[in-house]
């Protein structure tokens, strides 16, 4: 069924009543309501700073006070390995961070704990827990090896993000301007066909479209976009997914999760970020100074001040949501902000995770149901997670 946005959108008198009417609704919503983001850089910012998240940080994203006060349930937290590692130091590097992530838990007893199930999160929830999912972003420590997967299911990794920036030994990468295997390489269809068995989700967040068609090819199972956005809003960007892909997704019984990137949100803004970093890289090399200098620095706040920055709206964010609702229906969209990922470029009103209330009013607003909310908010993740629950429960 595709849904058609009715209530009272910008045409309401009094739209700062609406406003607050709203945010109260949501605000009740969340306390009744499991709210889930798939995607939350938390685990490398704490490995690389690390910060008390029981109190509010001064640094980051997320702290669990802010959390609270945004109403979020529970997070994956993506452990995550740049491409830099891949030849070698990506298995201690994510193993690290898990370390992390079980030592922080162990500690909170009392008001934090691991989801490694759908029963469990909501359990935790019941027991007002916040709970952590554990997420592998970039296959690089799988290293070829099909028992490194069995290993990262052991230590909680429930969805595994093939690629990041550059292809890897899996797959192509969207954001890597060379083609390395067309799609996914001959190990990739096999990791794709054991993840299927064992019921660890796949995430296509950050493939090459080639290889999200190759993972809809040999994947028996619903996957994932645990953050990406519409590309009908940003034209030619791979990152995000096109109308095509985002059809092809909701046959599968998949979900594109948001990204709440300004760059993910608005084409204009994109390009804005695109020039500032050729520009500023042209005057780097006419200066000759190094790009990781002092002067470097200074010349890039300098650039900042004299072109300040554009950030996308709540309403952009409800826009990419409307626009796969409007596509294929309520069942195939949710929220994965990003948030501890993205840098300065979060919209206005969703700057960290005590905004999520701001979003939930504004879908309200837009004449959404409970009922579809509660899709958004997590049913529609969870449905694509308990397929992968099920088949393992079937296959080991
Ligand atoms: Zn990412």
């Known amino acids: 069924m595709v849904y058609i946005p009715s209530l009272n959108h910008g045409k309401c008198a009094n739209k ?10 949501a605000n009740n919503f969340l306390k009744k309501n499991i709210l889930i983001d798939t995607h939350i850089d938390l685990p490398s910012r704490l490995l690389l700073n690390m910060e008390d998240i029981t109190k509010q940080t001064s640094t980051g994203d997320f702290d669990l006070v802010r ?11 993506a452990i995550y390995v740049p491409v830099t590692l891949e030849e070698s130091g990506a298995l201690n590097f994510a193993n690290s961070q898990i370390d992390l992530m079980e030592e922080i838990v162990r500690e909170h007893q009392d008001i934090l ?7 469990t999160l909501q359990q935790n929830h019941k027991n007002k827990l916040f709970s952590f999912i554990l997420a592998l972003e970039n296959g690089a420590p799988i290293s070829g090896n099909l028992e490194n997967l069995h290993y990262f299911f052991e230590r909680g990794i429930r969805y595994l993000t093939l690629a990041h920036s550059r292809n890897n030994h899996i797959c ?30 796949i995430d296509v ?25 519409c590309r009908h809003f940003t034209p030619g960007w791979e990152r995000n997914m096109s109308d095509e892909m985002i059809k092809d997704l909701a046959t599968n019984g998949g979900v594109i999760q948001i990204n709440f990137g300004s760059d993910f949100l608005r084409g204009d803004i994109l390009e804005r970020s695109r020039n500032e970093k050729k520009e500023i890289s042209e005057i780097l090399k006419r200066l000759s100074i ?17 072109n300040p920055k554009v950030f996308a709206t709540i309403s952009d964010v409800a826009n990419h949501i409307d626009h796969v609702v409007d596509l294929v229906g309520i069942d195939y969209v949710g929220i994965g902000s990003d948030y501890d990922g993205l840098g300065d ?17 504004e879908l309200f607003n837009r004449g959404y149901s409970e009922e579809y909310m509660k899709k ?16 393992r429960k079937t296959n080991t």
């Open 16 to 25: 700062s009543f609406l406003g607050s009417t709203m945010l109260k609704k």
């Open 67 to 77: 959390a609270k006060k945004g109403g979020l349930a529970g997070a994956f937290a």
């Open 113 to 119: 704990a691991l989801a490694p199930d759908i029963n």
């Open 172 to 201: 192509d990468s969207s954001y890597d301007d060379s083609e390395r295997w067309s799609g996914l390489s001959d190990f990739g269809i096999e990791l794709i066909q054991e993840m299927n068995l064992i019921g660890m989700m």
């Open 205 to 229: 967040s950050h493939v090459s479209d080639k290889t999200f068609y190759d993972v809809l090819k040999y994947s028996k199972l619903p996957i994932a976009a645990t953050h990406s956005s």
């Open 290 to 306: 190094p790009s990781d200098s002092k002067e470097a620095d200074e010349i890039r706040d300098a650039y900042k001040t004299a």
């Open 345 to 361: 470029q979060l919209p206005e009103g969703l700057k960290d995770v005590s905004s999520y209330p701001n979003l939930i009013a």
């Open 376 to 391: 958004i908010c997590s049913d529609n993740f969870i449905r694509v997670w308990k397929s992968n629950e099920e088949s």
